[in-house]
């Protein structure tokens, strides 16, 4: 008997900061988003996230050092990694495989998380799809252990009124085998033909694989610059109680934003390489 597909939504969004977590966690803050305290985890990365709903975002970075995360020194600042939700590991690694989809075997690791009566340890087990088969970045699963100590009321509150995540956008110049992958993953009826490529239905959000000018129809120049790579992740769409609540954020952090398409976008060179997106 075949073993069960994931069903894809999505568990979390990360943005590279490399070695400068300090300033990408100032960026952050200006934009809006409330923060949680620096975790560090035991693979040797470390990070802050704005939690929202039932996702949320990740920045992550490696201290001066460090040696054993050398992929976040290799990519550029900006999205880099888009985090499916899963409930066992060990049945996803098997469900993809069998699917033909590249991945690692699944890993565990926690984090130490600070609340106010005490230290106690977040953790996690993911499943990688193998480096390389997304040219664009990391795609990967995560099941929490401790689902308690990342989604708390004390972090999910946001100046700029972020809920959620809405959408995410990879440009390629082929949008086609990209989509091919996701399929293997999570199965026909999950990808969808739009104009400029392919769309993946991720719970009530989604992921768009389109070309370059699909993407600048969604972001308009805020894109960051492609610096000769055929694919890349362009950025996100959130989703915010009020459009004013968020341009009163931005203004009061100092953040440029331009309205287009019926959302606010601020550039990717304002917001540490990823284009941001905000709809109500």
Sequence with gaps: MSLVLPVPTFDHVVVNARDRLDDAADTYRRLGFTLTPRGYHTLGSMNHLA??????????????????????????????????AMEDAAGTEAALREAGVPVSPFMQFSRPVELANGSEDA??????????????????????????????????HHANGTVGVAGAVIAAADPQPLAA?????????AV???????RVVVGLAHLDLVTEAAARDVFGTALPDAAGRESFMVGLI??????????????????DAASHAG??????????????????
Excluded at 67 to 72: A, K, S
Excluded at 128 to 149: D, I, M, N
Excluded at 181 to 189: E, H, I, Q, V, W
């Design 263 to 280: 959302r606010l976008v601020v550039p990717a060179e304002a917001a540490f390489g990823a284009a941001l997106a905000f709809q109500a």
């Design 192 to 198: 969808h033909p739009v104009a400029g490529g392919h």
């Design 238 to 255: 959130l989703r915010t109680t009020s459009l004013d609540r968020a341009a009163a954020a931005f203004k009061a952090g100092g953040i």
């Design 181 to 189: 992958l996701f399929r293997r993953m999570f199965g026909d009826d």
């Design 123 to 156: 953790a996690f087990r993911t499943v990688h799809l193998e480096p390389g088969s997304v040219p664009a970045g990391r795609v990967y699963f995560c099941q929490h252990l401790t689902r308690r100590l990342v989604w708390r009321d004390e972090w999910r």
């Design 51 to 84: 939690i929202f709903g039932t996702d949320y975002l990740e920045l992550i970075a490696v201290p001066p050092g460090e040696t054993r995360r050398p992929e976040v020194m290799a990519a550029p600042n900006g999205l880099n990694g888009l985090v499916f």
